[in-house]
């Protein structure tokens, strides 16, 4: 079993920056690809970035790429997500998802899921 804590969201302005963090505990490591996806209410979930177990691969939805960067610590079983340039549209409850194997953009191919975390981007 995994467990997924996220941590970082809050309220920002519009060109600022946020750092997320996931703190996994459990088994995980690097035979776990993880992933970021977002859901602002009355919405669908969208994929935002993810990460290759080893982190020699990152993947990035086209509306974040040159302002977001994925990375993770194994040796600390986290992963963040660095956020620059934020935009109104930004703003969404943020989570964090593990999955045994390869990265995906797919949310329904992960095995695990944090709680979210919410970020708010003011324009």
């Known amino acids: 079993q995994v467990q997924l804590v996220e941590s970082g969201g809050g309220l920002v302005q519009a060109g600022g920056s946020l750092r997320l963090s996931c703190a996994a505990s459990g088994r995980t490591g690097s035979s776990y690809a993880m992933g970021w996806f977002r859901q602002d209410p009355g919405k669908k979930q969208q994929f935002v970035a993810a990460?290759?177990?080893?982190?020699?691969?990152?993947y990035y939805a086209d509306s974040v790429k040159g302002r977001f960067t994925i990375s993770r610590d194994n040796a600390k079983n986290t992963v963040y997500l660095e956020m620059n340039s934020l935009k109104p549209e930004d703003t969404a409850v943020y989570y964090c998802a593990a999955r045994f194997g390869g990265s995906s953009w797919y949310g329904h191919l992960y095995d695990y899921w944090g709680q979210g975390t919410q970020v708010t981007v003011s324009s």
């Open positions: 990460i290759s177990g080893s982190g020699d691969n990152t």
